[in-house]
């Protein structure tokens, strides 16, 4: 009886085309009870029998979504995840593929269109002004549910790229321009405060959010939230009315006037940081276009850091449409027609970089920059990740003439080369800012300005240390000036992982990456005075010992001129080395002594170097002669300053000894 009212009467067929009928649950939400109709959806779209029956539910589920309010339903994520799957991955249906229709770009902006992210109404007026059809196209509940669906179809897509193409039905990604019109960040954060009625659906979002927009999920933009949040609170209590302080050309007057009169601007910023995140939106342009104008010297500091304080502000809820119209507001091209797009950007990441010199003398803006660029460093690598898996290999054997494919394993190498690429040249550009400018020593109180960059660009630099690695070591490995050891070392907590590969760096043919390691040893000793510092720092000064016996006379003065510097270093930090170094330096001495012997019989008082070798010269020779053979002997042969820089750091170490603490 069973079997014959299943297959016969109610078929599989029956119910599938009859379920699509039945009206949509109206506000669905957890509190509502028993078997609901979208029970019977979730289980036939488990079971493929839409999709195999070839009946459309794309419409049915739009609905419902669009019927959906707080506290969330548990089963509608589960839903639209295997709506998800039955689009994407295909049935066999009598031989044919089988799938879904995804719902159309349309369907998905039109719930976003009266969202009042977008119009820039506060609460209060969204609420006033919202009737019918407007509350369900401006539903929280609904925008999120959509952007779930659109995040998820994005990942699914990607993931069985190659089964996609391979069928006749071709799926596409949905445009870029759809997703810059939902207001990613700020739907995020209102279900952040709101997880208890998103219980079953935040964390998904999050994890999505991670994964493909990573730059919209960065730590310091998190906790910047959590303070715009509680300020949005406070305003709504102590200013119920919302009211904008000024106009925007009154606060552009304002700015142009910032050098002449300060207080009038600085009023204008302190009253607009009291306004509500979504109404101040109204200002952004504005806000942006006045950050060229506040970057000079001239403009008193607090003026700086309040403006900043807004665009943070603006950051918490349009922080993709804010990035960009930074970065063009700020380049040094910004008086040109052609502006940079967001893809633009995310591309190259270090466009953000080509702006106003004016910007890396200037740390309240320069810490804007540098989220920016972290954020588009974030957003480079998920979009070359997204790229190798929207582009898959099919056939292995197919290339360029007689080139093979490249294989998945050399397209990930190739992509993990350009994204170190990127990272290494943002980094070698950022430690050029730390270096002193021409301007600087014409400035005013430069030298402060400077130390705060240096701890700007150190705090950003141990960031991406800490998330890889391997990026300091390729940074140390290339090299930079080692005028920065004592800025890096000291400023960045996380360059003590430089002990790991410093052993490989001493190891390198090349000279000048010798050089580096040693004098980076010396300042790592000093600032992380560890076991395995100093089984490093021995092992640095026998590499030193052993190439005085190797390296010919001219590149031995090229060798140990800038690194006798950093054994006074090395022996603040370890006294029970001083024997080693000082043997060191007595062999390197003798080898001086043997070499200038051999060149001259010039006594060594006239060339500048204590003591006597009782050596004699022709006393027909005028003073004025000897000087000039002296001067001659000096310009070709730098084993003399070799020994003089032999004897000051001998005398330093010496006096450390004498004054040191340190009981060894």
């Known amino acids: 009886m069973r079997l014959t009212f299943t297959q016969e009467i109610f078929t599989e067929q029956v119910i599938t085309a009859h379920a699509v009928t039945v009206p949509v649950t109206t506000n669905l939400n957890a509190t509502i009870t028993g078997f609901l109709p979208i029970h019977c959806i979730y289980q036939l779209l488990k079971s493929r029998a839409f999709s195999k029956h070839k009946v459309s539910i794309k419409d049915r589920i739009y609905k419902q979504l669009c019927n959906s309010t707080t506290p969330l339903h548990p089963l509608l994520p589960p839903l639209i995840e295997a709506y998800v799957n039955s689009i994407i991955q295909p049935t066999h249906s009598g031989g044919e593929q089988a799938r879904n229709k995804p719902l159309t770009e349309r369907e998905i902006i039109s719930v976003f269109e009266e969202s009042r992210i977008r119009t820039g109404k506060s609460v209060s007026e969204s609420l006033m002004d919202s009737n019918g059809d407007d509350r369900r196209k401006s539903n929280l509940t609904t925008q999120l549910l959509l952007l779930y669906y659109v995040l998820l179809y994005e990942e699914c897509l990607l993931n069985n790229m190659k089964i996609v193409s391979n069928s006749n039905v071709k799926l596409k990604p949905y445009p870029a321009s759809l997703l810059a019109q939902i207001p990613i960040k700020h739907l995020i954060q209102q279900c952040q405060q709101e997880q208890y009625h998103y219980a079953g659906l935040y964390s998904s979002l999050l994890r999505l959010l991670a994964t493909h927009y990573p730059h919209l999920c960065q730590v310091e933009d998190l906790l910047g939230e959590e303070i715009t949040v509680c300020s949005d609170i406070v305003h709504r209590v102590v200013y119920p009315t919302n009211k904008l302080p000024c106009t925007r050309k009154e606060f552009e007057k304002a700015v142009d006037m910032v050098t002449v009169m300060p ?29 060229p104008k506040l970057v000079d010297a001239n403009v008193p500091r607090k003026v700086q850091s309040a403006i900043v304080n807004l665009w943070n502000i603006l950051n918490t809820i349009m922080p993709r449409r804010l990035h960009v119209m930074t970065v063009n507001a700020l380049s040094v091209n910004r008086f040109q027609t052609n502006v940079y797009t967001q893809q633009d950007i995310t591309i190259d990441p270090l466009i953000v970089l080509r702006c106003d010199p004016r910007v890396y003398r200037c740390p309240p803006i320069l810490d804007v920059i540098l989220k920016i660029l972290a954020s588009y460093l974030a957003a480079s690598r998920a979009h070359l990740t997204t790229h190798l898996q929207s582009t898959p290999n099919f056939k292995k054997s197919e290339g360029i003439g007689n080139t093979p494919m490249m294989t998945d394993v050399d397209r990930e ?37 400077i130390r705060e960059v240096q701890c700007q660009v150190c705090s950003l630099l141990h960031q991406m240390f800490i998330a890889d690695p391997n990026i300091a070591k390729l940074i140390h490995f290339q090299g930079y000036n080692s005028d920065l050891l004592s800025v890096t070392v000291a400023g960045i907590p996380s360059m003590h992982i430089c002990l790991d ?4 760096l001493l190891s390198q043919p090349q000279m000048e990456k010798q050089i580096f390691a040693v004098q980076l040893v010396s300042y790592l000793c000093l600032q992380f005075a560890l076991p395995k510092s100093l089984s490093v720092a021995r092992l640095s000064v026998n590499v030193m010992s052993t190439l005085l016996t190797v390296l010919p006379s001219e590149k031995r003065s090229q060798f140990f001129l800038p690194t006798l510097p950093a054994l006074v270093r090395i022996c603040r930090a370890f006294p029970p080395l001083y024997d080693d170094i000082t043997a060191m330096l007595q062999q390197i001495g003798r080898i001086c002594n043997s070499h200038l012997s051999v060149l001259t019989n010039i006594p060594q008082q006239l060339m500048g170097i204590k003591g006597d070798l009782g050596m004699t010269f022709d006393k027909r020779d005028s003073p004025a002669a000897m000087l000039d053979s002296v001067a001659l002997i000096k310009a070709k042969n730098r084993d003399i300053a070799m020994s003089q820089q ?16 340190k009981a060894f």
């Open 646 to 661: 032999v004897q000051k750091t001998f005398k330093d170490i010496v006096s450390l000894s004498m004054t040191s603490t």
């Open 263 to 291: 207080s009038e601007c600085l009023v204008l910023l302190t009253q607009l940081a009291h306004v509500e995140a979504n109404h101040l939106m109204q200002f952004a342009n504005t806000i942006v276009d006045s950050l």
């Open 413 to 449: 190498e190739l992509k993990n080369a350009l994204i170190s690429a990127q990272e290494s040249a943002a980094i070698q550009i950022l430690l050029e800012l730390c270096l002193p400018f021409e301007e600087d020593n014409t400035r005013e109180g430069s030298c402060s300005v």
């Open 501 to 504: 590969f410093i052993p490989e």
